[in-house]
């Protein structure tokens, strides 16, 4: 409903969107049909939230809040 996507099968992107946003917010336990897209997704999240303010700024980018 929040997409407005009715077939499961076309909603992979809203998923991963809401695993990615439960991550930061301390989930640690997904239950996902499409493994491969959301642990690919879930890395780079993870990534991104543990690279440090140093990373960030080598790379000439602004740092973000709370790194």
């Known amino acids: 409903e929040i997409t407005g ?8 992107a809203g ?5 990615v946003a439960a991550l930061m917010r ?5 239950r996902v049909h499409d493994v491969r897209a959301n642990r690919q997704a879930l890395d ?3 990534a991104v939230r543990t690279a440090g303010a140093g990373a960030w700024a080598d ?9």
């Open 5 to 12: 996507v009715a077939a499961p099968a076309e909603r992979l």
């Open 15 to 19: 998923t991963i969107g809401a695993n």
């Open 26 to 30: 301390g989930a640690s336990l997904f």
């Open 44 to 46: 780079v999240a993870w």
């Open 59 to 67: 790379q000439g980018f602004a740092t973000p809040e709370g790194a």
